[in-house]
């Protein structure tokens, strides 16, 4: 068997996430850690993050190594999820399909809105006083 060997990016929020795909037998580790450690007590957060595992059923052939860094945990989890199908769609093209009828592969481009000069935050404003 050729080593295999595929990078790719997803985005959420402020958050980055990288991914390395390898041969191996499905293991996925984010940081270091096991996927389940480090969205420990997080389960709707894992199972948004495993979402383009769940989709495709060839992923016991490859290891994937994430990194992610910036953000929150949700933005994380999120970046995590589109950096997988990203690699999915790499390792198997066929798959695009399923990957794109899930919304998998569109990145989420919703940020935080930034604070107006003179509000106190980005939308709300200061009480108005007519006299």
Request: hydrophobic share 35%.
């Amino acid at each position: 068997m050729s080593k295999v060997s595929y990078l790719s990016t997803g985005r959420r929020k402020n958050a980055i996430a990288r991914v390395r795909v390898s041969n191996g037998n499905g293991k996925i580790i984010v940081n270091n850690k096991s996927i389940d450690e480090y969205f420990a007590g997080l389960d709707r957060l894992k199972k948004l993050a495993l979402e383009p595992i769940n989709v495709w059923e060839g992923v016991r052939k490859y290891d994937f190594f994430v990194n992610v860094c910036g953000g929150g945990i949700s933005g994380q989890a999120g970046a995590v999820s589109h950096s997988l199908a990203r690699a999915i769609l790499d390792l198997n093209e066929p798959s695009k399909a399923a990957l794109r009828k899930e919304g998998l592969l569109t990145r989420d481009s919703r940020m935080v809105e930034r604070k107006k000069p003179g509000r106190p935050k980005a939308r709300k404003r200061f009480q108005f006083s007519k006299r």
